[in-house]
């Protein structure tokens, strides 16, 4: 079994070799579970329901539980919890001044991951790519005005970059003065948390005691994909929590949006029955929709083009006992980047390291923030670095020598996407079919300059150690 590790326990670990204990692999992250998850999973499939079911229900609700919100959806990834996210606001159940068509524009960032953005070109419509800063990773707010176009900007669909949450603050006050809907990828940052003054959360709409974390004096406190209309979760490994493959999509506006996305999720039906259940609604002869005769069975009637992107129940089971684990998941990934960021700060003649989004600095382990008043709180999804133009070696090189001594590390998943091979064929095939505003520098730092570690809670701190040692004797060369 993989054993919860923190930094400091140095007990028997999977990730050392056995045959030989000095030589150990270092992920970039994995799976951390006991022998909790195997006993749900099994006992789920001993009862050979497998399809969606009891123990996804109960899921559903301790999510949303947890985050303070009312409804959240399991799907069968992160992927597709954005699509369905997008798709939901195309639904013509949304009011007709506010519903997404095809050739409307989504305001969006260049570096990330590539299916934060798949959706809006999928679903017919137009992404706008904004810089990315790259101190934060998250998009740079400054060309917000110049992206948007009256009758044309719809919405805006950001990822919480590696755990950090993007400006919530000006995006938040940004959409409700343009009137445009908010999808949080919170794919990466489960466990992260916003917190903005009480006077500019009520002049957003917020309260002092909005669901989510309990808000201290002064200032409302809730957890990224809360703040938005829609937000998204990912269940693969690498995430906070696992459940092998996995994924939801959490209400977190107006409960409007939970008939089409509950819809498009399951083969765009217009029945609401779970699985296996028939008639809830008492009706199920009785209605006329569309141009079916009058009595068409409820169960095989569609108000949408959807999708069947259910988990299984066994997936569910094994997140039921994940959520148990999540706050300590969270302050290890915490515990770990901090590790990092002070036994690597004697290399910052060689690296930019990120800061969280209002933090100016950071010195002997704390930050000094700007004067908004905001601040966030990080359950880091990874520990990045940036490697100054002035460095004599290259990302490339530095991540070549990590590989090499079995010290797991990634690129900022997708680099500056307009310079993938899909997106390089998109604008010569339509190009009309994307908008850029501003220049895209920083998105493209990240793509040369940019590396990240793991943060994931089965770090030990001989793995930690090994990691900063690697680093330590690449750069002696220098």
């Known amino acids: 079994m993989h054993s ?27 799976r951390v579970f006991t022998e909790d998850e195997v006993v749900a999973a099994v006992s789920s499939t001993l009862d050979f329901w497998l399809t969606l079911g009891a123990e996804g229900e109960a899921l559903e609700k301790e999510i949303a539980s947890f985050l303070g919100i009312r409804k959240t959806l399991l799907v069968n990834s992160g992927s597709s919890a954005n699509l369905i996210a997008f798709a939901t606001l195309t639904s013509h159940l949304i009011d007709e001044d506010r519903r997404i068509r095809p050739g409307d ?7 990330g991951f590539p299916t934060t953005v798949a959706p809006i070109i999928q679903n017919g419509c137009i992404p706008v790519f904004l810089d990315n800063d790259p101190t934060t990773g998250n998009i740079n707010c400054d060309h917000l005005e110049e992206a948007f176009v009256e009758g044309k900007t719809k919405a805006v669909m950001l990822a919480h970059t590696l755990g950090n949450p993007f400006d919530l603050g000006r995006i938040v006050e940004f959409c409700k003065r343009k009137n445009l809907w908010l999808i949080e990828d919170n794919c990466d940052a489960l466990g992260c948390s916003y917190s903005m003054p009480i006077d500019l959360a009520e002049n957003l709409g917020f309260k002092k005691d909005s669901p989510g974390i309990p808000g201290t004096d002064g200032s409302v406190f809730k957890w990224t994909g809360t703040w938005g209309d829609l937000s998204t979760q990912s269940f693969y ?8 493959e996995g994924g939801a999509v959490n209400i977190s506006g107006s409960m409007k949006l939970k008939r089409p996305a509950e819809s498009i999720r399951d083969w765009g039906r217009d029945c609401w029955c779970p699985s296996g259940i028939d008639d809830t609604c008492g009706k199920r002869f009785q209605w006329q929709l569309g141009e079916l005769p009058e009595g068409y069975d409820h169960k095989y009637t569609y108000s949408h083009l959807g999708y069947n992107l259910k988990p299984l129940d066994i997936q569910a089971a094994i997140g039921r006992e994940q959520m148990k684990k999540l706050p300590s998941f969270i302050e290890a990934r915490k515990r770990n980047w901090n590790y990092l960021r002070v036994n690597l700060d004697q290399f910052s003649e060689f690296f930019d390291f990120s800061l969280p989004t209002h933090a100016t600095s950071w010195s002997k382990d704390s930050f000094q923030w700007d004067n908004t008043g905001c601040r966030t709180e990080c359950s880091w999804f990874g520990f990045m670095l940036r490697i100054k133009e002035s460095a004599p070696f290259s990302s490339s090189s530095l ?18 996407l307009l310079r993938q091979p899909v997106m390089v064929q998109l604008k010569k095939d339509n190009p009309n079919a994307l908008r850029v505003v501003g220049n895209l520098k ?8 940019a590396l990240f570690l793991g943060t994931y809670p089965g770090l030990t701190k001989a793995m930690l150690d090994y990691e900063i040692d690697t680093i ?3 750069i002696s060369k220098y």
């Open 237 to 244: 490994p690498p995430h906070h929590l696992t459940m092998g």
């Open 105 to 111: 524009e989504v305001i969006t960032c260049a570096a």
């Open 442 to 449: 920083g998105a493209d730092q990240l793509m040369k300059q």
């Open 399 to 416: 991540a070549s020598h990590l590989n090499d001594h079995r010290v797991g590390n990634r690129m900022l998943f997708g680099g500056n």
């Open 4 to 30: 919860m590790n923190k930094p400091g326990n140095d007990s028997a670990h999977p990730l050392h070799n056995p045959s030989s204990p000095d030589v150990i692999n270092v992920p970039y992250a994995g």
């Open 472 to 474: 330590t004797k690449f």
